[in-house]
């Protein structure tokens, strides 16, 4: 099996936690968890914990957590009402299982 060469590791300085390094990269570009987690090198599963903080702390610095929703790839529901940040396991529609998951980034208020 042919192997892709990976970036090379480099480790997180001491100041900068996990939550700094998502929130500088929701800042510059719309990533999903699965996206996120790949980059700050943690669990996928973590990445949702570390959203829900983020969304609460931010506010304090004017900025907001933006969340596309997560859209049914067969009939093409959208999740609009949806206040959890993971993604649902079906689509109440048409019962498939195959949803695109929520994107986020954080946007500066005015």
């Known amino acids: 099996?042919?192997?892709?060469?990976?970036?090379?590791?480099?480790?997180?300085?001491?100041?900068?936690?996990?939550r700094h390094a998502v929130i500088d990269l929701l800042r510059e570009q719309t990533l999903s968890a699965k996206e996120l987690s790949a980059e700050v090198h943690i669990p996928e599963k973590e990445v949702y914990g570390h959203l829900e903080h983020i969304r609460l702390s931010i506010h304090?610095?004017?900025?907001?957590?933006?969340?596309?929703?997560?859209?049914c790839r067969r009939c093409?529901?959208?999740?609009?009402k949806r206040d959890r940040l993971t993604p649902p396991g079906k689509c109440p529609v048409c019962r498939?299982?195959?949803?695109?998951e929520p994107q986020?980034?954080?946007?500066?208020l005015q």
């Open 104 to 108: 986020f980034t954080i946007r500066q």
């Open 76 to 80: 093409g529901f959208v999740f609009t």
């Open 60 to 71: 304090a610095v004017g900025a907001i957590l933006e969340i596309t929703p997560a859209e």
């Open 1 to 18: 099996m042919k192997q892709t060469p990976r970036k090379p590791f480099i480790p997180r300085t001491a100041q900068d936690t996990i």
């Open 96 to 100: 498939h299982e195959a949803i695109l």
